[in-house]
């Protein structure tokens, strides 16, 4: 089994693609933690994979409240894998999720890292598909590669341009708490009343009033799924988005 999380499709598309080779499922969080599924057993020899994107050089806060949660039956432990998906670095989200794992009886035995395109587009522009392509196209073949690692069940961390521990816990907990604040979020007049950002919204924080939507949190998981899913890109995020495009992974729907 392998769970993940994804707002944008990158994450999803790896935990199909590892999941396809592995000849196992890929199963969201978003929907475990709508119909309220925590709890999980194992069959025997069954791997457990956790695939996940890279926020503020850790993990996403509804991640982390998943997996203070969850719980897993196994006649003997699994093999247990983990996945970040990053625009540059992941940080060391491995610490955040080997330290949850293993309060559960499960550590972490491999760690990876792939890099695909960045859709923090506060900062980074996601708006050349040629650059999106190329980086998709390495990614795969990174993805592969992975694989052959699952697949002979080697041990050890594997993370390509990982962060000094310190800085990246230092980072994350100083950064992240910010950039959540739905303050920065906001809609233009293009806005077509669709709903499907609030329909989408794994916080559920988002609720259509009078045909627009309304953030109705203080705080958010700030996947930015609602901007870059938008048919109008009337959803922006402080003042450098519009001019950065949107993003979603090309092998992933909507």
Request: proline letters at 5%; a positive charge.
């Amino acid at each position: 089994m392998i769970l993940y999380f994804s707002a944008t499709g990158n994450s999803e598309y790896t935990a199909k693609y590892i999941a396809s080779a592995l000849n196992d499922n890929a199963v969201s969080i978003i929907d475990c933690m709508k119909n309220n599924i925590f709890s999980f057993s194992l069959r025997p020899n069954e791997n457990l994979g956790l695939v996940f994107p890279t926020y503020a050089w850790g993990l996403p806060d509804i991640v982390c409240r998943f997996l203070k949660k969850v719980q897993f039956s196994s006649d003997k432990k699994p093999y247990v894998f983990f996945v970040a998906t990053c625009g540059y670095t992941p940080g060391r989200c491995d610490f955040f999720a080997n330290r949850y794992m293993s309060k559960k009886g499960f550590p972490l035995d491999a760690s990876f890292s792939v890099r695909m395109p960045d859709t923090w587009t506060p900062i980074f522009n996601a708006s050349d598909s040629r650059k999106n392509s190329v980086k998709n196209a390495a990614a795969e073949k990174r993805i592969s590669d992975i694989c052959r690692f699952l697949q002979s069940k080697a041990h050890g961390n594997f993370m390509q341009f990982k962060m000094p521990l310190v800085l990246s816990v230092i980072l994350y907990y100083a950064a992240y708490s910010l950039i959540r604040r739905t303050a920065f979020l906001h809609v233009s007049d293009s806005c077509t009343g669709c709903g499907l950002c609030a329909s989408k919204c794994p916080d559920k924080a988002i609720a259509m009033k009078s045909g627009k939507p309304v953030w109705i949190k203080n705080k958010c998981e700030i996947c930015l799924g609602c901007l870059h899913r938008c048919p109008a890109f009337a959803i922006q995020y402080g003042f450098t988005t519009k001019k950065h495009g949107q993003y979603i992974n090309p092998h992933t729907k909507i």
